[in-house]
């Protein structure tokens, strides 16, 4: 009776929990065509977000939302390319300190300089004065006075020079010379620094004394002893570019969500602060101005280890900060060699000075019970800002980490949104499982958007995009990321939406634990990757809606090696579509992609020392064994993983295959490199410093993210080599050396790139702006979001979010009205 009871009762239950899903969403009754549905647009997430601060998070949830609050000194824009935002104008200037080279006088090197580079050299001074080297020839050390048996030799001048461009505004003007020695070279007609050659010093040296102290000379020591002396004295040259920027004024940050009256005052002068909201609450308030004391702290915070940002290695090139007591929105960020990704590290987000700076961070440790009393430590007087915290006294980044501060859950903001409180007073401000509503910000300093609210749905992960087609169905949500299934379906109801598709910065892959005894060696790396069927899984797990890729990069980028091929020997002979043997063993051959098959990954692990025993691969009587993670959910990536684990066991690997819920699986399982494979993917991320993926300083349990847990010293070599490339045709062919090194070592199964379809409601219109009227204020006007300007940008589509609005009814457009 109960079975019979339970196969009635179950399926109501289910029925009951689907349709739940669906119609607990607010609004899809009442906002789907009313007027207030005018005045928002609605979205969807696949999660909860939890961290507000972009330095340390890594959830794409947590992206999507702080990517609305969050801006920068520059920014990326459309195209791609490094903009002044709120900075401008930027300039990059080139400090060098270099000798004098032989034969030339300070007073001539400070001409020809003067004559090439013109009002671009703004600076030209003596560094140091000439004088002499001074060898022992006996012990090998500095000569002291007296020595008898001395190699002396010209120590020349030093000179140190700027170059600085003429600043434009809205341009990023740069006076980079990565070549200056060639630059010297080609003007002198001659080495400009040959005189100081090891080898050169090496012979002068020998010829300086007698024939039985030369006798008694080691040449590589007496080598090794002069190149130490001249690495004393620094570098040829020595170089430090200059990033500057002027600081716009008048651009406040946006404090708030508040509920208590006493926060309309500012606490400091008790004048009323300008507000927006209501003044019951929840209302915001205009906060302090940004500065470059918002930008120094956020660049120097970003080199401290114990602020712990996984982004750390692209800000350890930064020698220091530099703001002006004369010019509170002057800011310099000074390199201490050439680093050519700069500008694009430094697009990343500000953080407010007035809650982010040690003070603050201190007090609210103390509200948390982990202040200097609480520790037990003293706080050391006298300290600004900018000093460091002497051993042994009160640090709050050590008590109270990063991840734990309240801005986490209440962010300030620069962006052109806030977070509006969906509960009161308490955080977090959105509410966890059904929506984050964010509002216009009132004080944003750019073009404010014309609705006023913008509504994320939090759909559970398992049903999601289930729930969100229904509600984009019904009209409750603005855009829906179709499913690769549903994208022909989708493109054939034009009357209704609109479809844009393209190919983002994103590929898929499974990582392999490099690290791991039984993955170390990359041929047993490139036999599992030849056990999966990649064709397999773009046609039926993504319909086709992805293209292969075989190495480490997005190849909608130039980074990406399009002629990277695999070199491979054959170690048994092939099959033909009809079954036929295809004779090639022992042959090399150059190919694409890996081939599936099973047979010849079999045949690599035997060369790796696996035998077959009943159908498992064994070696040194361990079985081959992967610990397989995976987040729980469904989609793409759980069919690729299941695919994997059966091909896998098909292959003789004994795969023990678990998921679990994101944070756990990130924190507890990835970034403690406690798994041999898991499935994952990469997106966003423009330039070619890809040291925080790839690097062997960047594993995870170092703070980076080197999920693979690779390490190959050429790499690295490679990647800190680009850094000081600033020609753009050799960073591509460096890029390309460095996509080839990592592919051919296979850290990951390199999947595919997916292309992302974007599906909008008909009656989403992009409103772009055509001119000014004669007071200045611009005109705007309707234009199709599918327009040229909007289909043949390289970013995501929001980027133009803040330009987008909704109609009541999808408009009817012209052929014109996509072009112009």
């Avoid at 969050?70 to 400090?95: F, K």
């Avoid at 050299?121 to 003596?126: G, K, N, T």
């Avoid at 005052?265 to 906060?287: N, S």
């Avoid at 772009?768 to 940008?793: L, T, W």
Wanted: hydrophobic share 35%.
């Amino acid at each position: 009776m109960w079975i019979k009871r339970s196969l009635v009762i179950l399926p109501i239950v289910l029925i009951g929990f689907l349709v739940q899903s669906v119609f607990w969403v607010p609004g899809v009754e009442t906002v789907a065509d009313n007027e207030s549905r005018l005045d928002r647009l609605i979205f969807y997430m696949g999660a909860n977000p939890e961290d507000m601060n972009p330095w340390t998070s890594t959830k794409t949830t947590d992206s999507t939302i702080s990517e609305y609050l969050t801006e920068g000194l520059l920014r990326i824009n459309q195209n791609y390319e490094t903009e002044p935002w709120i900075a401008d104008p930027v300039t990059v200037q080139h400090s060098m300190t270099f000798r004098v080279p032989a034969g030339q006088s300070v007073a001539q090197v400070e001409t020809l300089l003067r004559q090439k580079y013109g009002e671009k050299l703004r600076e030209f001074s003596v560094a140091s004065d000439a004088g002499e080297f001074a060898l022992d020839l006996k012990t090998l050390k500095p000569a002291a006075e007296g020595a008898e048996h001395v190699f002396r030799f010209a120590k020349p001048a030093k000179v140190k020079v700027l170059l600085a461009p003429t600043p434009k505004k809205g341009k990023i003007v740069s006076a980079i010379e990565p070549e200056f020695d060639k630059r010297l070279e080609e003007w002198l007609g001659t080495s400009p620094f040959a005189a100081w050659q090891a080898d050169k010093l090496l012979a002068d040296a020998r010829e300086s004394t007698t024939e039985e102290v030369r006798a008694g000379l080691d040449d590589a020591k007496l080598k090794a002893a002069i190149e130490e002396m001249l690495a004393a004295d620094g570098p040829d040259i020595a170089h430090s570019p200059i990033v500057d920027f002027q600081i716009q004024k008048g651009i406040h940050w946006t404090d708030g969500p508040f509920f208590d009256p006493a926060e309309l005052k500012d606490p400091k002068t008790g004048k009323e602060r300008e507000y927006f909201g209501d003044p019951a609450g929840p209302f915001w308030v205009k906060g302090p101005e940004v500065q470059a004391r918002d930008a120094k702290m956020t660049f120097d915070y970003l080199k401290d280890v114990n602020f712990n940002s996984p982004r750390r290695s692209s800000f350890t090139s930064i020698e220091e900060t530099r703001i002006f007591a004369d010019d509170p929105y002057h800011f310099q960020v000074v390199y201490s060699e050439l680093y050519s990704p700069a500008l694009g590290d430094l697009a990343g987000t500000l953080l407010p000075y007035h809650r982010w700076n040690r003070e603050a961070w201190t007090e609210e440790a103390i509200r948390k019970g982990r202040g200097p009393d609480d520790i037990g430590q003293k706080v050391a007087e006298g300290l600004s800002q900018w000093d460091p915290v002497p051993p042994g006294t009160y640090n709050p980044m050590l008590h109270l980490p990063t991840r734990d501060r309240g801005y986490s859950l209440r962010p300030s903001s620069l962006g052109f949104m806030v977070i509006e409180p969906m509960h009161g007073d308490a955080v977090p401000l959105w509410e966890n499982g059904k929506m984050c509503r964010l509002r216009r910000n009132e004080f944003y300093w750019q073009r404010k958007p014309e609705y006023q609210y913008i509504d994320y749905y939090v759909f559970d992960p398992n049903m999601g995009r289930e729930t969100a087609e229904v509600v984009f169905s019904a009209g409750g949500i603005d855009i829906y990321g179709a499913r690769d299934f549903q994208v022909q379906r989708y493109e054939k109801m034009n009357d209704r939406y609109t479809v844009i598709k393209r190919q983002p910065n994103q590929y898929e892959y499974l990582s392999f634990n490099n690290s791991r005894p039984q993955l170390k060696d990359p041929l047993v790396r490139k036999a599992l990757s030849m056990a999966i069927n990649v064709e397999e899984i773009l046609e039926y797990v993504v319909y086709k809606q992805g293209s292969r890729i075989n190495g480490p990069a997005y190849p909608v980028l130039p980074w990406y090696n399009q002629d990277h091929m695999i070199t491979h020997t054959w170690r048994t002979d092939g099959k033909d579509a009809d079954g036929n043997v295809v004779k090639r063993k022992g042959k090399t051959e150059q190919i694409k992609f890996l081939p599936y098959d099973i047979e010849e990954a079999r045949a690599l692990l035997q060369e790796a020392g696996y035998k077959d025993v009943n159908g498992k691969l064994v070696k040194d009587g361990e079985p081959l064994r992967l610990q397989f993670i995976n987040s729980s959910g469904g989609g793409p990536r759980k069919n690729t993983a299941l695919l994997a684990k059966e091909q896998w066991s098909k292959l003789g690997v004994d795969v023990k295959y678990d998921e679990y819920e994101w944070n756990v699986f990130i924190q507890q399982y990835v970034m403690a490199l406690n798994f041999d494979v898991c499935v994952l993917g990469w997106s966003g991320g423009i330039d070619f410093d890809s040291r925080q993926l790839w690097h062997s300083t960047a594993w995870p349990t170092a703070g980076g993210l080197n999920l693979a847990a690779y390490s190959n010293p050429k790499a690295d070599e490679l990647m800190d080599k680009i850094l000081k490339v600033y020609d753009y045709d050799e960073q591509v062919r460096l890029s390309h050396q460095i996509f080839s090194t990592i592919a051919n070592d296979f850290p990951y199964v390199f999947l595919y790139s997916p292309y992302s379809t974007t599906v909008l409601d008909g009656r989403i219109v992009w409103r772009k702006e055509v001119g000014k009227d004669a007071q200045g204020n611009p005109i705007f006007e309707d234009r199709p979001v599918n327009h040229k300007h909007i289909k043949g940008a390289r970013s995501s589509l929001a980027f133009f979010f803040p330009e987008l609005l909704r109609r009541e009814e999808v408009p009817t457009w012209t052929e014109q009205d996509f072009e112009r």
